[in-house]
């Protein structure tokens, strides 16, 4: 993998919120075609890590790159973000999942996927349909296409929103615990897409306290805790041996639970 250029780059992160250090000094590279859980306690900066890498957030000092474009670098001690056309450029290159999926509610399951390629890209709307609903095919909602989201259930919301993220051809697709509004039986429903996505190679990182689905789907783990990473590694070895007692702690009470 080291022969490729990242598909995105963050480099000595740091973000605070008011006195509380939410991440110190994180570095983080994903690869075309991998698949990242980013796993660790509540509070341990996952999603501020991810609301950063996706301009949620602006971080206080470090770099971010998607590729060969450079949105952020750090000036003295300082973050500075690039002009707006470059900040769209990297929006471009990355799809979104939230857990609470942040559907327009008075949109149609269609026209919640088709809006943005339309919109925002400027692309063909006979060829963007076209995507939508193959999409639509995929994670398995045909049938539902002309529903507003209060009509469907929360696994199938969150699989609309998976669609929506893909409709952009992002390089990369980040979820942000993507099953953690939703019941056992729902979040199979969407783990088994994301499992369909990773076997296609779709380069992804995904938040998530799922350990069994971290272990059988990522490509690596990356453990966070306090704001920094603890441990990263292959998936297998983060979860079966892990090298941290803080780590190890971790996943203890995830078994005893």
Known sequence: M?????????SHVKKSFGEVEVLKDISLEVYPGEVVAV??????????????????ETFDAGEL????????????????YGA?????????????????YNLFPHYTVLKNIMDAPISVQKRDKAEVERQARELIA???????????????SGGQQQRVSIARALCM??????????????????TGEVLKVIKQL?????????????????????????????GVIVEE?????????????RTQDFLARYENN
């Open 198 to 226: 990773a076997a296609e190679h779709m380069t992804m990182v995904v938040v998530t306290h799922e350990m069994q689905f971290a272990r059988d789907v990522a490509d690596r783990i990356v453990f966070m805790d306090g």
């Open 2 to 10: 080291t022969n490729q250029n990242p598909i995105v780059r963050l």
């Open 39 to 56: 796993i660790g306690p509540s509070g341990g900066g996952k999603s501020t890590l991810l609301r950063c890498a996706t301009l949620l």
């Open 84 to 100: 707006k056309d470059v900040i769209k450029q990297a929006k471009s290159r990355f799809g979104l999942v939230f857990q609470n």
């Open 138 to 152: 995929k994670m398995g909602l045909e049938g539902n296409e002309g529903k507003v989201p209060c009509e469907l």
């Open 65 to 80: 790159s998607y590729g060969n474009l450079q949105v952020a670098h750090t000036e003295g001690d300082k973050a500075v």
């Open 233 to 245: 590694g292959p998936a297998d070895q983060v979860i079966n041996h892990p090298q941290h007692k």
């Open 169 to 186: 051809n992002p390089e990369i697709v980040f979820f942000d615990e993507p099953t953690s509004a939703l019941d056992p039986e729902l």
